[in-house]
């Protein structure tokens, strides 16, 4: 029933600040006239978050909003999801952003080295992570060392 849309922005860190960010949409929702607005503090790959739900009038009927604000790797990033009213309560709308959020990889921000390992070092892969490199190189550097090492031992007179 209805539509939903999710956005998610990105700026540099230095060009906007989450707090500014912040305050901006809380102004925005003061001068629409919205009160009933739930300010939530959560995490979200393993930082501080600042998130806000509210209902807001389109029409006749109402959609539910939220606009989480997060810093990751140097970027400001804001997910903005608007789903139909009486799409789930509040706590499944956390369920659903947290799936949202946990289903996409930043490159470079990694919150277990085992998850790490099993998405980047593959058969297959770049070459710094691609296995068969890695196997190669480790051999080609033991028998470069094993011959020069011959070729010392041989030529000692014992």
Do not use: C
Not at 38 to 57: G, I, L, N, T
Not at 95 to 106: A, I, K, T, V, Y
Not at 127 to 150: E, H, Q, R, V
């Amino acid at each position: 029933d209805g539509t939903a849309n999710v956005t998610l922005k990105r700026w540099s860190y230095k060009d906007r600040k989450r707090r500014d960010a912040v305050r901006e949409l809380d102004q925005q929702l003061a001068t629409m006239g919205i009160k009933e607005v739930d300010k939530d503090k959560s995490y979200v790959f393993d930082d501080e978050v600042d998130a806000r739900h509210w209902s807001e009038p389109r029409g006749d009927q109402k959609v539910a909003r939220g606009t989480i604000f997060f810093v990751a790797k140097g970027y400001l990033f804001v997910l903005d999801i608007e789903l139909p009213e009486g799409w789930g309560d509040l706590e499944g709308h956390r369920r659903w952003r947290s799936h949202f959020l946990d289903s996409f990889d930043m490159e470079g921000l990694v919150r277990d080295p085992h998850d790490l390992f099993l998405k980047q070092a593959t058969w297959s892969g770049e070459l710094k992570y691609n296995l068969w490199f890695s196997l190669g190189s480790t051999l080609a550097f033991i028998a470069l060392t094993l011959a020069l090492a011959w070729w010392r031992l041989s030529r000692i007179d014992f």
